[in-house]
């Protein structure tokens, strides 16, 4: 949520410390844009602010196309716009693990911000290594994202610059497409037999989704709420043992992060299964199956009900 008044409009001797820090001197992008910087931390919130504020304010998304949210890094030039930002957006919840420097730095230099995981009701991680600790996957649930756009749209609205009525549109336009995405959703799952809607993946990421549509969360291949985590044998194992005993005719395996684990564990398990990947944290290149939240979401949904129906 905001924690600071929006920061006034980024000088000119800004602009040259931020093309200092990257050692390109005069040569930073952005100078000299006189539309308030919005930085965004995941490419996903980084589609959802482009959607609400149009060509209004500049938008620089931090993390790239097919990128690993837990792992991903920033150069100095963008650490230093970081620094001189209107609004930083973020995820929170202890998904953007090697930023949380640069944003605590913003914030402590009365760089405005806004938090999503603040915004929602957060669940927690039930298993694993990270059982008990706030869990980061909120966006796939797209009932939650609706409370994201909610509480950003005054935020963005008040930015300098900004016509508050037509982030007011686009923010309307963009609720209803979401609400039909759900509809959508509910539909597609509901042609799951009860016995079949359980979901196995690289690691646990689909918690909201479980809650929202009435799944349930078999296990992960990695026992945690990061990819930085790995499993040990044990952790296969009783995988394995979960996967035979419910009859899971498919596990899931993440577009950002590599299928090896979840391949070995079908192998382990001994059991017939198939590995499909999907998009579930990170949004690709135009041309790489999800290039915005609205697509990443039904193609998952697609794969879902497919590799788990009849």
């Known amino acids: 949520m905001l924690r600071s008044g929006i920061r006034t409009?980024?000088?000119?001797?800004?602009?040259?410390?931020?093309?200092?820090?990257?050692?390109?001197?005069?040569?930073?992008?952005?100078?000299?844009?006189?539309?308030?910087?919005?930085?965004?931390?995941?490419?996903?919130?980084?589609?959802?602010?482009?959607?609400?504020?149009?060509?209004?304010?500049?938008?620089?998304?931090?993390?790239?196309?097919?990128?690993?949210?837990?792992?991903?890094?920033?150069?100095?030039?963008?650490?230093?716009?970081?620094?001189?930002?209107?609004?930083?957006?973020?995820?929170?919840?202890?998904?953007?693990?090697?930023?949380?420097?640069?944003?605590?730095?913003?914030?402590?230099?009365?760089?405005?911000?806004?938090?999503?995981?603040?915004?929602?009701?957060?669940?927690?991680?039930?298993?694993?290594?990270?059982?008990?600790?706030?869990?980061?996957?909120f966006w796939t649930d797209p009932a939650r994202m609706l409370d994201v756009i909610d509480a950003l749209e005054p935020v963005l609205a008040g930015l300098d610059g900004i016509d508050a009525a037509t982030v007011a549109s686009r923010t309307a336009d963009y609720r209803a497409d979401l609400e039909a995405l759900d509809a959508e959703m509910t539909d597609a799952f509901s042609a799951i037999p009860a016995a079949r809607r359980a979901l196995v993946t690289n690691h646990h990421v689909f918690g909201y989704l479980a809650e929202r549509f009435d799944f349930e969360v078999v296990g992960a291949v990695i026992p945690g709420g990061t990819t930085l985590a790995a499993p040990s044998a044990s952790d296969l194992a009783d995988l394995a043992t979960a996967i035979e005993s419910t009859g899971v005719p498919a596990i899931f395996a993440e577009s950002s992060s590599p299928d090896r684990l979840v391949q070995v564990l079908a192998s382990e398990a001994d059991v017939h299964v198939d590995v499909i990947e999907l998009f579930t944290e990170s949004l690709t290149d135009a041309d790489g199956g999800a290039p915005d939240y609205l697509t990443m979401m039904r193609v998952n949904t697609q794969r879902i009900t497919a590799g788990l129906s009849p």
């Open 9 to 137: 409009r980024r000088t000119a001797m800004a602009a040259v410390v931020v093309a200092a820090a990257a050692g390109l001197a005069g040569c930073a992008s952005g100078v000299g844009d006189e539309r308030p910087l919005v930085v965004v931390s995941t490419n996903i919130l980084g589609d959802v602010v482009d959607q609400l504020v149009g060509d209004q304010a500049e938008v620089m998304t931090l993390m790239k196309p097919n990128a690993d949210p837990h792992s991903f890094e920033i150069s100095a030039q963008e650490a230093g716009r970081l620094m001189t930002a209107d609004l930083i957006v973020s995820n929170g919840l202890g998904l953007e693990e090697g930023l949380q420097q640069h944003f605590s730095g913003a914030a402590a230099d009365n760089v405005a911000t806004f938090v999503a995981g603040e915004v929602i009701d957060v669940l927690d991680y039930r298993e694993g290594d990270a059982a008990g600790m706030p869990d980061s996957h």
